[in-house]
T-cell receptor
Framework: GAVVSQHPSWVICKSGTSVKIECRSL??????MFWYRQFPKQSLMLMAT?????????EQGVEKDKFLINHASLTLSTLTVTSAHPEDSSFYIC???????????????FGDGTRLSIL | DQQVKQNSPSLSVQEGRISILNCDYT??????FLWYKKYPAEGPTFLIS?????DKNEDGRFTVFLNKSAKHLSLHIVPSQPGDSAVYFC?????????????FGKGTLLTVNP
């Protein structure tokens, strides 16, 4: 089945540091990837849609300068949390939807998430 | 405004019995529905989906039913196994084009007791 790899799985860093999270589709191409954030005991909240070769589309209330997204290839999207502060601590999850000529509904497949803790 | 609702935060079922997880939605533009299973500190795992042109989809022990007129879908797991214990999320996708965003419910914690 479709596999999405997310790295790193856990990051602990000091306030003011920038952190990069990678999301890779391992066995399929994905022109569209998604970044979510999950707070404890809450649902997944979509942060942004990452489009290969173009700018990401951010959801309302998400700071694009804080959460930089780059989707440089059909199998890789990165999320960089710039100048991270304790309130950015959360569980970040990416997903990818298989594209490349596939017709019809396709499920999104998720990475295992990244636990980000800012001290 | 919550467009996808899972009104039961938790459900407890005995091993071997049927688990029924429910989901309601309000947006009539949703045309693709999915169920995901999630363990703590892991990403969601895709289980089963259904297109709005169908009312039932079955895959092994998992069956999803869709009632468009009631804007309601349900996931049936039978027989339930202890390994099924997890949080189950219902998700809905809007109609076509370049918009494949998923809207998630808040999840239902299923506990299957041996």
């Amino acid at each position: 089945g479709a596999v999405v790899s997310q790295h790193p799985s856990w990051v602990i860093c000091k306030s003011g540091t920038s952190v990069k999270i990678e999301c890779r589709s391992l066995d399929f191409q994905a022109t569209t990837m998604f970044w979510y954030r999950q707070f404890p005991k809450q649902s997944l909240m979509l942060m942004a849609t990452s489009n290969e070769g173009s700018k990401a589309t951010y959801e309302q209330g998400v700071e694009k300068d804080k959460f930089l997204i780059n989707h440089a290839s059909l199998t890789l999207s990165t999320l960089t949390v710039t100048s991270a502060h304790p309130e950015d601590s959360s569980f970040y999850i990416c997903s990818a939807r298989e594209t490349g000529g596939v017709v019809g509904n396709q499920p999104q497949h998720f990475g295992d998430g990244t636990r980000l803790s800012i001290l | 405004d919550q467009q996808v609702k899972q009104n039961s935060p938790s459900l407890s079922v005995q091993e071997g019995r049927i688990s029924i997880l429910n989901c309601d939605y309000t947006n009539s533009m949703f045309d693709y529905f999915l169920w995901y299973k999630k363990y703590p500190a892991e990403g969601p795992t895709f289980l089963i989906s259904i297109s709005s042109i169908k009312d039932k989809n079955e895959d092994g022990r998992f069956t999803v039913f869709l009632n468009k007129s009631a804007k309601h879908l349900s996931l049936h797991i039978v027989p339930s196994q202890p390994g099924d214990s997890a949080v189950y999320f219902c998700a809905a996708e809007g109609s076509g084009g370049s918009n494949y965003k998923l809207t998630f419910g808040k999840g239902t914690l299923l506990t299957v007791n041996p």
